[in-house]
């Protein structure tokens, strides 16, 4: 037995301080609900559980991103369904307006309501917003420059590699029509008996409307041959991020826009303009063809050529501008050589003007009944009784036609060949003549007035026409269009550092719709309306067709990311949550042990005493 040193009393005593800490762990990990409190407890277990932790955190943040972004497509598609109400209505206008049997009065106030559309559809293209960013202005659309300012670019598809592509050489044209629409008033001049005897003409302007459009000069595959593929990509390696166009890209031009495309989702949408990029040290070289011709006011009768060098972006532009006049006749009454009469439905007269709108003085009128070069084969119809029988069984091909105005009356000259149906025998070339068909008077005369071609006109479209020249195929001197892969909505839907999606949404505006200039207020220019509508309809059905598959990838991503959060926090609770009962378990045996170790420290402190017993 020992005084100084109560070893016993040391034993129970560290007893019970470890039975002690034991129940503290327990009543902390009970009170809080965690297995680990502290990098103590388990080391390994809260490095793994503050890792799956953040990834919860991300991943939550990531799911209301993904919604956010949901939320966004699903404004946009509510705003593109008003536009599609909108653009239907356009049609149901359009498709009005085309009926003969509206006024003029009429088509008016059809062109006020599509006026207002067309300015509605702006509005909501400009204003339609999600959280202060504007949807459906072109700011989350692919972004791509060109550089040439005449050139725009319009949009491109995720298909599109970044770089720059080439085009060697782009051609196009900038057209401004003026078309007067003319009615020709009768007035009956009557005798003294009440008979009419003549007729006089007068011609009337209806209407004046103003037309601009662009063309692109790709006959013979022209712009295709002068897009930079890999066969030629030698010659444009000193460009900055090279790309070549991929071999077996097609050309097509759809309104004012030229649209490249090739497989695996490559389309590339460009558009041009007017805009001459004009560099302040460089002077612009003029013209004249054919030199010296000029007109009243002093302009050439043909054309004006002028070149520019644009020194701050590279690229000369050539531009030529030229004037034309086509005249539009319908309902046109001859007399054939057989005696009898014909209508001619509608023939055009193409001109060569100068800017006053003067014939060139050595030019001739090309005569078409559809479109330029066609030959007039609209006379076979209009003439198809003369040739049933005067060449039974035949098909005729019309090989030209021109008009003599300075006869009284005017003669129409038409040529034509026939071919046997059955033997395929090809005839020789015939020519007719044709006379402007002359009213007899109710005296039984010809009119004293005769009819002159003047009293079908319908229409006169005076058209300025500028050509447009962008590059020479060379590497300094060539359009290149930089492809930046950069614009669209950048949606963070996953956890991890380039877990996105790219929410790309195209301007939507009049202009890339191609409706801001539509015409309803003529039935001619009504009938071409419907077609634009349609093609703006479809367009924006594919807008929104694409937004639809953002939505339900979205959605789907949605889905995802809740089910592997809910993974995840499975497994962080597993490393990280108590198991009340298991830990109830052991706080109840500590508990008594620590009852335990008390009591049998109370005893051991008394075990000194007894040594007192001994010393009495």
């Not at 598609?77 to 009005?96: K, P, S, T, W």
């Not at 897009?227 to 030629?232: A, K």
């Not at 460009?239 to 031009?253: H, L, M, N, R, Y």
């Not at 359009?479 to 790309?504: C, F, H, R, W």
């Amino acid at each position: 037995m020992r005084i100084n040193y109560n070893v016993s009393s040391i034993i129970a005593r560290n007893a019970l301080n470890n039975n002690d800490r034991r129940v503290a762990a327990s009543t902390q990990r009970l009170s809080s609900g965690y297995k680990i409190n502290s990098a103590a407890d388990n080391a390994a277990g809260l490095a793994i559980a503050r890792r799956m932790n953040a990834q919860i955190k991300s991943l939550q943040q990531a799911n209301q991103s993904a919604n956010d972004g949901l939320s966004a497509l699903n404004t946009a598609d509510g705003a593109m369904a008003e536009m599609h109400d909108i653009l239907q209505r356009m049609n149901e206008l359009a498709i009005q307006s085309a009926n003969g049997t509206n006024s003029e009065s009429d088509r008016e106030m059809i062109q006020t309501e599509i006026d207002q559309l067309v300015g509605e559809i702006d509005r909501i293209a400009n204003t339609t917003e999600f959280n202060a960013q504007k949807l459906l202005n072109g700011n989350f659309a692919y972004k791509a420059y060109a550089n040439i300012d005449n050139v725009k670019v319009m949009s491109y598809t995720e298909g599109v590699a970044t770089g720059t592509y080439v085009i060697g050489q782009l051609k196009y044209y900038h057209y401004e029509d003026m078309t007067t629409r003319y009615t020709t008033d009768e007035t009956k001049i009557k005798d003294s008996e009440g008979k009419v005897v003549n007729v006089t003409y007068a011609s009337t302007k209806v209407q004046v409307t103003e037309n601009e459009r662009y063309e692109v000069n790709n006959e013979e595959d022209l712009l295709f041959k002068n897009l930079v593929t890999s066969s030629v990509a030698s010659d444009y390696a000193s460009i900055s991020q090279f790309k070549a166009f991929p071999d077996g890209s097609k050309v097509t031009v759809e309104d004012d826009n030229i649209v490249i495309k090739s497989q695996g989702d490559f389309e590339i949408k460009i558009s041009v303009n007017d805009r001459t990029p004009i560099d302040t040290k460089d002077n612009p070289t003029v013209k004249n063809d054919p030199p010296g011709a000029t007109g009243a006011k002093g302009d050439p009768l043909i054309s004006t050529t002028t070149s520019y060098r644009n020194s701050a972006t590279g690229g000369t532009v050539v531009t030529t501008t030229s004037y034309s006049s086509v005249k539009n006749y319908r309902n046109i009454a001859v007399k054939g050589p057989d005696g009898k009469r014909y209508n001619i439905g509608e023939l055009n007269f193409f001109t060569n003007v100068n800017s006053d709108g003067e014939a060139v003085a050595d030019g001739k009128a090309e005569i078409y009944t559809d479109y330029r070069g066609d030959n007039c084969k609209g006379l076979k119809d209009d003439f198809v009784e003369y040739f049933k029988e005067n060449n039974p069984g035949c098909s005729i091909e019309i090989t030209g036609v021109t008009f003599d105005g300075t006869s009284n009356p005017g003669e129409f000259t038409v040529k034509y060949i026939p071919t046997d149906g059955k033997t395929g025998n090809v005839g020789a070339e015939t020519e007719l003549k044709f006379s402007l068909y002359q009213d007899t008077n109710e005296v039984g005369a010809v009119m004293q007035n005769q009819k002159t071609l003047n009293e079908y006109l319908y229409t006169e479209t005076l058209t300025t026409r500028t050509e447009y020249t962008i590059g020479n195929n060379s590497a300094d001197d060539c359009l290149k269009i930089d492809v930046t892969g950069m614009g669209p909505m950048i949606v963070q839907v996953g956890a991890n550092s380039g877990q996105y999606m790219e929410l790309e949404i195209p301007a939507l505006n009049t202009v890339n719709l191609g409706v801001d200039d539509l015409d309803v207020s003529t039935e001619e220019s009504a009938r071409l309306s419907i077609d634009v509508v349609g093609k703006a309809i479809n367009q924006l059905s594919a807008v929104r067709s694409k937004i639809g598959a953002y939505s339900n990838r979205l959605e789907h991503t949605i889905t995802n990311l809740d089910s592997t959060e809910e993974n995840i926090t499975a497994s962080y609770s597993r490393i990280m949550d108590v198991d009340i009962a298991t830990e109830m378990t052991e706080y109840s045996t500590v508990q008594i042990l620590v009852q335990a170790s008390t009591s049998m420290l109370a005893q051991a402190n008394e075990r000194p005493q007894q040594v007192l017993q001994l010393l009495q």
